[in-house]
């Protein structure tokens, strides 16, 4: 009991009520139910603990570029230098403490979107119906359900009378799944287990009785949501790339302090003084800033997300949807309105008309030849949309004060015909009023129609709807009519389109006979016409995937839907190319590894597939070196969410299981969303990029400095503190600014990040070896001829460390930009950049005249003239990296021309 797979839905009714110990007269007894209930526990699914602060603040420590700083601190505090580990620490922990925050944060917008309400439903217990709480629902529980149920638990159908459910959340079927009570054959799919209902999905129509299978993790929910638990999740790029760079820093930085050490023990120099040498070209090796302007680049870049609707709730995810090369898209809901839409008619006389307007507002018309057609001037128009809202048991509820859209209660299909005879001028309302139903014959899977009967005696007449063969089949022809090849193309030509077809049909002056079946009505039906209905997709996401497409980034669907209606709304939002495959879950089951991997470039479309399938799709698409998104509302949606490289889920329509596994969820449930946040995430990287140039090309150019005068014998330029302000306050006023620079224009019209580009890439290291070798000179250089004047030491070494602070003053605007020069008009946009350059102006003014911070970082007043000369000679470091920006910018154009003709 409790158990899933157990296969119930080929059993008998009679046979799994027995089996479960349910009674579908009385229910289970209290008693009875209390001790299943403390057998099998509550109906929920257990919810992933979730860290403490305490946790996540020490989760920011376990990186090797702190693991350095860490070494670097308490070499400092050996050797005497407390005051140095002390602000190396500080930096440490301004990181860690800023990451906690924004992940805190982070996860109270997550406990702001969990759903508030408590599901109940109507159960059968000692005798009478009770309304409680899913939670309290056990094995052999019979439940009584009606149209606007949610379905709490996995349970199989006893009675059911024309019920239907909407299971997208669980398959992916965008349309209402049509219940009975029969048995099925062993082997059937989940989609097509039509006398069972599940956990997570709504009765839309119809009532029934059913038992109770199983509950919480034995239901299919629960599978699902422990194969997501078990779903590893994977390091992102950027974690990858920096865990490999901190063991680069880490191998140098040791090198560089081996080398020290090796060259002072040769010009036997004091232990005391070497040790400080070492400890300064170690500080110079390590980026301090690096750690703090990294959690600040991406919080900034989360904060930015948030302002578009994007949730971020892992700040590393942020980079990741930058280096996305494929999304996996769920159709319903993500690419389309989950809104079926009427989009084409086939009158009796052969007429096509076009529908306008899109999801259940009545907004557009009907157009027909080119001029707009209403049922108030067109008599075969208005006969189509009169059994059209009468031959329907939906309901289309107008915008009001608790909400401004117009609602659906019932089948979506038929809300979408409600909205169609709306929008061709027919009151709905008056019309049901005018003509209330007598008598019916519900719809039923097998003959695929619906009949009802509406009005006595002579003025009574039967409205018919339903699949068009069967229809058809009812109906007599008449001289006025398109013959019936042509409508059957029409039929054939809609269906090529991805609609799914009703036909319509009346027999005037009929009395309904609700036992007799549809054979009464052969060969009396009229034809009224056909109507092409689907699922439309969002306004926005044929630009959304253009805009992806031009990025470099492989858009897929996975769709419940069946894999030829798939293909077509793949193919006309261009998610899809001529030439492209479409596999649905049973091709994709029968498919080695090989046969997947060499035919997933060509596939677009995944069409009925089940929750292991789609993460299946997920790791083979990474195993071909691709970086991937998944996006998706569904609980079928959860186990890929969380195994992708980064999962996407819907905020309004997704539901709590994939919130959870998704590590950004999108609250407006906008497509176009993704496309912002990718681009948010390139530009993320992008700044990082700048930082990673600025901070090394400083870094450098201080090791050389102090390497040159150690080989050549001369005393250090530079002070171990000095070192300590330029990496901390100097660049520090200029990194977390630089981080906040705005985008460049083109990050969409870019190629994704390769997954293994190395963080520092070949023009990197290019421009940064220009920018030392020019920073070097211009340092050095001024320090030999400032030693040869015989000026005060204290004052050749302050004036030296100015010089060097004003060069990375200077460095900082040419790491702005790869080929842009700093006199570009855009180039002045960051105003938060600029208050940082006035700032570290400030600050190393402080540093030069303050008396408390001359004694801690050994410097002297200089003669304020003298800033004209260091300011002169530090731009040197700016013309260099400007001729080379004009050469590049040259090769550019040459090479534009040159594509162009």
Same mark, same amino acid.
């Given at each position: 009991?409790?158990?899933?797979?157990?296969?119930?839905?080929?059993?008998?009714?009679?046979?799994?009520?027995?089996?479960?110990?349910?009674?579908?007269?009385?229910?289970?007894?209290?008693?009875?139910?209390?001790?299943?209930?403390?057998?099998?526990?509550?109906?929920?699914?257990?919810?992933?603990?979730?860290?403490?602060?305490?946790?996540?603040?020490?989760?920011?420590?376990?990186?090797?570029?702190?693991?350095?700083?860490?070494?670097?601190?308490?070499?400092?505090?050996?050797?005497?230098?407390?005051?140095?580990?002390?602000?190396?620490?500080?930096?440490?922990?301004?990181?860690?403490?800023?990451?906690?925050?924004?992940?805190?944060?982070?996860?109270?917008?997550?406990?702001?979107?969990?759903?508030?309400?408590?599901?109940?439903?109507?159960?059968?217990?000692?005798?009478?119906?009770?309304?409680?709480?899913?939670?309290?629902?056990?094995?052999?529980?019979?439940?009584?359900?009606?149209?606007?149920?949610?379905?709490?638990?996995?349970?199989?159908?006893?009675?059911?009378?024309?019920?239907?459910?909407?299971?997208?959340?669980?398959?992916?079927?965008?349309?209402?799944?049509?219940?009975?009570?029969?048995?099925?054959?062993?082997?059937?799919?989940?989609?097509?287990?039509?006398?069972?209902?599940?956990?997570?999905? /709504?009765?839309?129509?119809?009532?029934?009785?059913?038992?109770?299978?199983?509950?919480?993790?034995?239901?299919?929910?629960?599978?699902?949501?422990?194969?997501?638990?078990?779903?590893?999740?994977?390091?992102?790029?950027?974690?990858?790339?920096?865990?490999?760079?901190?063991?680069?820093?880490?191998?140098?930085?040791?090198?560089?302090?081996?080398?020290?050490?090796?060259?002072?023990?040769?010009?036997?120099?004091?232990?005391?003084?070497?040790?400080?040498?070492?400890?300064?070209?170690?500080?110079? #090796?390590?980026?301090?800033?690096?750690?703090?302007?990294?959690?600040?680049?991406?919080?900034?870049?989360?904060?930015?997300?948030?302002?578009? +609707?994007?949730?971020?709730?892992?700040?590393?995810?942020?980079?990741?949807?930058?280096?996305?090369?494929?999304?996996?898209?769920?159709? *319903?809901?993500?690419?389309?309105?989950?809104? #079926?839409?009427?989009?084409?008619?086939?009158?009796?006389?052969?007429?096509?008309?076009?529908?306008?307007?899109?999801?259940?507002?009545?907004?557009?018309?009907?157009?027909?030849?080119?001029?707009?057609?209403?049922?108030?001037?067109?008599?075969?128009?208005?006969?189509?949309?009169?059994?059209?809202?009468?031959?329907?048991?939906?309901?289309?509820?107008?915008?009001?004060?608790?909400?401004?859209?117009?609602?659906?209660?019932?089948?979506?299909?038929?809300?979408?015909?409600?909205?169609?005879?709306?929008?061709?001028?027919?009151?709905?309302?008056?019309?049901?009023?005018?003509?209330?139903?007598?008598?019916?014959?519900?719809?039923?899977?097998?003959?695929?129609?619906?009949?009802?009967?509406?009005?006595?005696?002579?003025?009574?007449?039967?409205?018919?709807?339903?699949?068009?063969?069967?229809?058809?089949?009812?109906?007599?022809?008449?001289?006025?009519?398109?013959?019936?090849?042509?409508?059957?193309?029409?039929?054939?030509?809609?269906?090529?389109?991805?609609?799914?077809?009703?036909?319509?049909?009346?027999?005037?002056?009929?009395?309904?006979?609700?036992?007799?079946?549809?054979?009464?009505?052969?060969?009396?039906?009229?034809?009224?016409?056909?109507?092409?209905?689907?699922?439309?997709?969002?306004?926005?996401?044929?630009?959304?995937?253009?805009?992806?497409?031009?990025?470099?980034?492989?858009?897929?669907?996975?769709?419940?839907?069946?894999?030829?209606?798939?293909?077509?709304?793949?193919?006309?939002?261009?998610?899809?190319?001529?030439?492209?495959?479409?596999?649905?879950?049973?091709?994709?089951? /029968?498919?080695?590894?090989?046969?997947?991997?060499?035919?997933?470039?060509?596939?677009?479309?995944?069409?009925?597939?089940?929750?292991?399938?789609?993460?299946?799709?997920?790791?083979?698409?990474?195993?071909?070196?691709?970086?991937?998104?998944?996006? +998706?509302? +569904?609980?079928?949606?959860?186990?890929?969410?969380?195994?992708?490289?980064?999962?996407?889920?819907?905020?309004?329509?997704?539901?709590?299981?994939?919130?959870?596994?998704?590590?950004?969820?999108?609250?407006?449930?906008?497509?176009?969303?993704?496309?912002?946040?990718?681009?948010?995430?390139?530009?993320?990287?992008?700044?990082?990029?700048?930082?990673?140039?600025?901070?090394?090309?400083?870094?450098?150019?201080?090791?050389?400095?102090?390497?040159?005068?150690?080989?050549?014998?001369?005393?250090?330029?530079?002070?171990?503190? /000095?070192?300590?302000?330029?990496?901390?306050?100097?660049?520090?006023?200029?990194?977390?600014?630089?981080?906040?620079?705005?985008?460049? +224009?083109?990050?969409?019209?870019?190629?994704?990040?390769?997954?293994?580009?190395?963080?520092?890439?070949?023009?990197?290291?290019?421009?940064?070896?220009?920018?030392?070798?020019?920073?070097?000179?211009?340092?050095?250089?001024?320090?030999?001829?400032?030693?040869?004047?015989?000026?005060?030491?204290?004052?050749?070494?302050?004036? *030296?460390?100015?010089?060097?602070?004003?060069?990375?003053?200077?460095?900082?605007?040419?790491?702005?930009?790869?080929?842009?020069?700093?006199?570009?008009?855009?180039?002045?946009?960051?105003?938060?950049?600029?208050?940082?350059?006035?700032?570290?102006?400030?600050?190393?003014?402080?540093?030069?005249?303050?008396?408390?911070?001359?004694?801690?970082?050994?410097?002297?007043?200089?003669?304020?003239?003298?800033?004209?000369?260091?300011?002169?000679?530090?731009?040197?470091?700016?013309? *260099?990296?400007?001729?080379?920006?004009?050469?590049?910018?040259?090769?550019?154009?040459?090479?534009?021309?040159?594509?162009?003709?």
């Amino acid at each position: 009991m409790n158990e899933p797979d157990q296969q119930y839905y080929a059993m008998a009714s009679e046979t799994v009520c027995a089996r479960l110990g349910g009674d579908t007269r009385a229910g289970l007894a209290s008693d009875e139910a209390r001790r299943r209930l403390a057998a099998h526990g509550p109906n929920i699914l257990p919810e992933a603990r979730r860290r403490t602060m305490v946790e996540i603040f020490l989760q920011q420590f376990a990186s090797p570029m702190i693991y350095v700083l860490f070494a670097a601190a308490a070499v400092s505090w050996v050797a005497g230098k407390h005051g140095d580990a002390v602000v190396i620490l500080l930096v440490v922990l301004l990181n860690a403490v800023i990451g906690s925050f924004q992940e805190g944060r982070a996860s109270q917008s997550m406990e702001a979107l969990r759903k508030l309400s408590e599901l109940c439903m109507r159960v059968l217990r000692d005798g009478r119906e009770h309304m409680m709480p899913a939670r309290d629902l056990v094995p052999g529980d019979i439940l009584l359900l009606a149209a606007g149920d949610a379905v709490g638990a996995d349970a199989r159908l006893l009675e059911a009378a024309a019920l239907e459910t909407a299971e997208a959340a669980l398959t992916g079927e965008s349309l209402p799944v049509t219940k009975h009570s029969g048995t099925l054959p062993p082997g059937t799919l989940l989609a097509d287990r039509r006398n069972m209902i599940y956990s997570g999905t /709504q009765i839309v129509a119809g009532r029934g009785r059913a038992v109770v299978t199983a509950t919480g993790l034995a239901s299919e929910v629960g599978a699902i949501a422990a194969l997501t638990g078990e779903a590893a999740e994977p390091k992102t790029p950027l974690e990858q790339r920096l865990e490999q760079f901190g063991r680069y820093v880490l191998a140098a930085s040791l090198g560089m302090l081996v080398l020290v050490l090796a060259l002072g023990t040769a010009r036997k120099m004091p232990f005391v003084d070497l040790l400080m040498v070492a400890i300064s070209q170690m500080v110079s #090796m390590v980026p301090e800033g690096l750690p703090v302007a990294l959690t600040i680049a991406l919080a900034i870049g989360m904060q930015r997300m948030a302002r578009r +609707g994007a949730i971020v709730r892992r700040l590393a995810a942020v980079e990741t949807l930058g280096c996305t090369t494929v999304i996996c898209a769920d159709k *319903t809901g993500t690419l389309t309105r989950n809104e #079926m839409t009427a989009t084409a008619l086939i009158l009796p006389d052969g007429r096509e008309a076009e529908v306008t307007g899109a999801g259940y507002a009545p907004e557009g018309g009907i157009l027909a030849g080119g001029r707009e057609i209403t049922a108030l001037h067109d008599a075969g128009l208005r006969a189509l949309l009169e059994v059209a809202l009468l031959c329907n048991d939906a309901q289309l509820v107008p915008p009001d004060k608790s909400d401004p859209r117009w609602r659906a209660l019932g089948d979506p299909t038929e809300v979408a015909l409600l909205t169609l005879a709306l929008k061709g001028c027919l009151d709905v309302a008056e019309a049901r009023r005018r003509e209330p139903r007598h008598a019916e014959i519900p719809f039923d899977a097998a003959s695929k129609m619906m009949a009802t009967q509406h009005g006595r005696g002579s003025a009574a007449r039967v409205c018919i709807k339903g699949a068009p063969e069967p229809v058809l089949a009812l109906c007599g022809w008449d001289r006025n009519a398109a013959p019936l090849g042509e409508i059957t193309s029409g039929v054939e030509s809609m269906a090529n389109g991805a609609l799914r077809v009703l036909a319509f049909a009346e027999v005037p002056e009929f009395t309904l006979d609700e036992h007799a079946g549809f054979a009464q009505f052969n060969g009396r039906a009229k034809f009224l016409g056909l109507v092409g209905q689907m699922d439309p997709p969002r306004d926005e996401v044929r630009i959304a995937v253009a805009q992806c497409r031009r990025a470099g980034i492989r858009p897929v669907m996975v769709t419940g839907d069946h894999k030829a209606t798939g293909l077509a709304v793949a193919l006309s939002l261009g998610i899809g190319r001529e030439g492209d495959l479409a596999v649905d879950g049973r091709e994709l089951e /029968q498919m080695s590894e090989q046969d997947l991997w060499r035919d997933l470039p060509r596939i677009s479309v995944f069409a009925r597939v089940h929750p292991a399938q789609k993460l299946r799709i997920v790791e083979a698409l990474q195993s071909c070196g691709q970086v991937v998104a998944m996006t +998706g509302d +569904g609980v079928n949606d959860a186990p890929a969410l969380a195994h992708a490289d980064v999962g996407v889920a819907m905020g309004l329509t997704g539901t709590d299981v994939a919130k959870g596994a998704a590590k950004i969820i999108i609250t407006d449930d906008n497509f176009a969303t993704i496309v912002h946040a990718v681009a948010e995430g390139r530009l993320v990287y992008q700044n990082l990029k700048k930082v990673l140039l600025f901070l090394f090309a400083t870094g450098l150019d201080e090791v050389l400095l102090l390497l040159l005068a150690l080989v050549l014998g001369y005393p250090l330029p530079l002070a171990a503190v /000095q070192i300590l302000w330029i990496n901390l306050v100097t660049e520090g006023a200029l990194t977390i600014n630089l981080v906040m620079d705005g985008p460049e +224009g083109d990050e969409m019209n870019r190629p994704p990040v390769p997954a293994d580009e190395p963080i520092v890439t070949r023009m990197m290291l290019r421009r940064m070896v220009l920018m030392v070798m020019s920073s070097v000179a211009a340092t050095f250089g001024f320090f030999l001829w400032r030693l040869s004047t015989e000026a005060p030491f204290a004052l050749v070494q302050t004036e *030296t460390f100015t010089l060097m602070a004003v060069c990375q003053w200077f460095n900082m605007l040419n790491c702005r930009r790869e080929t842009s020069s700093v006199f570009s008009p855009g180039m002045l946009k960051n105003r938060w950049l600029f208050g940082g350059l006035i700032a570290a102006n400030l600050l190393q003014f402080a540093v030069i005249y303050a008396s408390p911070l001359q004694r801690i970082f050994h410097t002297v007043s200089i003669p304020l003239a003298d800033f004209f000369l260091i300011g002169a000679i530090a731009s040197m470091v700016l013309w *260099t990296e400007e001729i080379r920006k004009f050469f590049a910018r040259r090769r550019q154009r040459q090479a534009k021309e040159s594509s162009e003709g």
